[in-house]
Nanobody, 126 residues
Framework: QVQLVESGGGLVQAGDSLRLSCVDS????????IGWFRQAPGKDREFVAAISRNGDSTRYADSVKGRFTSSRDTAKETVYLEMNSLKPDETAVYYC???????????????????WGQGTQVTVSS
């Protein structure tokens, strides 16, 4: 059973960096692609990044390409989201989710993901 826990959020200034972590306490991590999504108050949950189960394929939202990087450490059962040059409008709760399907295709569709963690708040001040 996948059980995801996000951490690493915080309050930063525009232009700063943060690294988020997503840990699978259920110890089945390596079987699932992992997606990162974010949700600001009053808005839908939107795709940010995703990484394949073996870590060799990633996808990013156009708005974060070149600034965000997702990676995974299978030995540590952890996926990371390195976020650079953060902007105030990226203030949101960031979630990681596990792909419902055991697939090599990395989806950006939020309905493909479940087992969401509790989220971690990222606040970017101007």
């Amino acid at each position: 059973q996948v059980q995801l826990v996000e951490s690493g959020g915080g309050l930063v200034q525009a232009g700063d960096s943060l690294r988020l972590s997503c840990v699978d306490s259920g110890r089945t991590f390596s079987t699932n692609n992992i997606g990162w999504f974010r949700q600001a108050p009053g808005k839908d949950r939107e795709f940010v990044a995703a990484i394949s189960r073996n870590g060799d394929s990633t996808r990013y939202a156009d708005s974060v390409k070149g600034r965000f990087t997702s990676s995974r450490d299978t030995a540590k059962e952890t996926v990371y989201l390195e976020m650079n040059s953060l902007k105030p409008d990226e203030t949101a709760v960031y979630y990681c989710g596990a792909d419902r399907l055991l697939s090599d295709y990395v989806s950006i569709n939020r309905w493909r993901y479940d087992h969401w963690g509790q989220g971690t708040q990222v606040t970017v001040s101007s």
